[in-house]
């Protein structure tokens, strides 16, 4: 059983920054494995932010952070970053890391249901 914990959230002012990270463990090192960072706020639909498929590192973004959010990874330690700039208030959210082994990226990694794995959630507030 894989489990995801996540760090790093907190408060920031509008056009700061936060990084947050999720360490997997439980995971066997020959598999390698997608991850991504989702989001939610109470009364909307989970929405999927970065994915990223660690066998080659290649990123996917949510149109809405496009060009602020910067998701890395290491497969070999199976843990992932978000590093978030330029924050806006409507990214206030709880953001959990998500995981599942797999063998090609793709946009469907902002998809909840491509993970079988999740983290408890880290709280990220912006405010002006």
């Known amino acids: 059983q894989v489990h995801l914990v996540e760090s790093g959230g907190g408060s920031a002012q509008t056009g700061g920054s936060l990084r947050l990270s999720c360490v997997a463990s439980?995971?066997?090192?020959?598999?390698?494995?997608?991850m991504g960072w989702f989001r939610e706020v109470p009364g909307k639909e989970r929405e999927g932010v970065a994915g990223i498929y660690l066998g080659d590192g290649k990123p996917y973004y949510a149109d809405s952070v496009k060009g602020r959010f910067t998701i890395s990874g290491d497969n070999a330690n199976k843990t992932l970053y978000l590093q978030m700039n330029s924050l806006k208030a409507e990214d206030t959210a709880m953001y959990s890391c998500?995981?599942?082994?797999?063998?090609?990226?793709?946009?469907?990694?902002?998809?909840?249901?491509?993970?079988?794995?999740w983290g408890q959630g880290t709280q990220v507030s912006v405010s002006s």
């Open positions: 439980g995971a066997a090192s020959g598999d390698v494995y997608c």
């Open positions: 998500a995981a599942a082994i797999c063998s090609a990226g793709g946009y469907w990694l902002l998809g909840r249901h491509s993970y079988g794995f």
